[in-house]
């Protein structure tokens, strides 16, 4: 099976996960699909940094963390998100509808649910890709 997809090459991912056997699962699993320019964080204190310097097209977010989870890390970037500067697609095992709900609402334009295999995370990888840019609302 050939998940590999050509128009993935230039895309850069933050993966954003406190447990760092799925960060680096998450890695080959990109490596798969042609996306190699990518960067984790497993501290979530760390991640407005690393969109900050890494500039990236798409965020891979977990929910359940210490520190900061990812609904609050989402509101957090929401300047970002909102101005579709930046995708995020939630990478869970959180089943909570209530939760899924409320990413969505903060921006995310996809939840994947753990576990999920190559296919669907390809798949899932480029529905949140192909969302067109946000543009911003006119002044009124």
């Known amino acids: 099976m050939n998940v590999k997809m050509e128009s ?12 760092k056997e799925y960060v680096d ?6 490596e798969k699909i042609g996306i190699t320019q990518f ?14 310097k890494g500039n990236p097209d798409l965020v891979l977010m977990d929910i359940r963390m210490p520190y900061q989870d990812g609904l609050s890390l989402m509101d957090e970037l929401s300047d970002y998100i909102e101005g579709g500067i930046l995708k995020v697609l939630v990478v ?3 089943a909570d509808e209530n939760v899924c709900r409320r990413a969505l609402s903060l ?24 969302f067109p840019p946000k543009t911003p609302s006119p002044s009124v």
């Open 8 to 19: 993935f090459e230039n895309i850069r991912v933050l993966i954003v996960d406190d447990d």
């Open 25 to 30: 699962l998450l890695g080959r699993l990109l």
């Open 39 to 52: 960067q984790s964080v497993t501290d979530s204190r760390d991640v407005l940094q690393a969109v900050e």
């Open 92 to 94: 869970t095992g959180e």
């Open 107 to 130: 921006g995310a334009l996809g939840i994947l649910m753990k576990p999920f295999g190559l296919q669907e995370f390809s798949d899932s990888v480029g529905k949140v890709l192909s």
